[in-house]
């Protein structure tokens, strides 16, 4: 079983940085990609920021420009850098991975528990 952790969520002031990370652990696996979510209160989970394993990116309109996503396949590691934090991003921050168990060649997907990430002046 797949074991994904985020940290460095945290509180900023408006036009401030964070920089989320998301470890995957526990197992013998490959991945195929790995996502960023939020879900603020009241609203539903959408999809922040996406990296493939060839590298190919996506983001959220509204986060374009500012946020950067990044993948270490070999240390099994996405990062989130945001940049110029505003009032629309507070949210739970979750890790999605989309994985290839060694053995089997089974495709397993995982969430993190979240990270909280707030904007606040």
């Known amino acids: 079983q797949v074991q994904l952790v985020e940290s460095g969520g945290g509180s900023v002031q408006p036009g401030g940085s964070l920089r989320l990370s998301c470890k995957a652990s526990?197992?013998?696996?490959?991945?195929?990609?790995m996502d960023w979510y939020r879900q603020a209160p009241g609203k539903e989970r959408e999809l922040v920021a996406g990296?493939?394993?060839?590298?190919?990116?996506n983001y959220l309109d509204t986060v374009k420009g500012r946020f950067t996503v990044s993948m270490d396949s070999a240390k099994r590691t996405i990062n989130l850098q945001m940049n110029n934090l505003n009032a629309e991003d507070p949210a739970v921050y979750y890790c999605?991975?989309?994985?290839?168990?060694?053995?089997?060649?089974?495709?397993?997907?995982?969430w993190g528990q979240g990270t909280q990430v707030t904007v606040s002046s």
């Open positions: 990296i493939t394993e060839t590298g190919s990116t």
């Open positions: 999605y991975a989309e994985t290839t168990e060694t053995i089997m060649l089974l495709t397993r997907n995982y």
């Open positions: 526990g197992g013998m696996f490959s991945i195929n990609r």
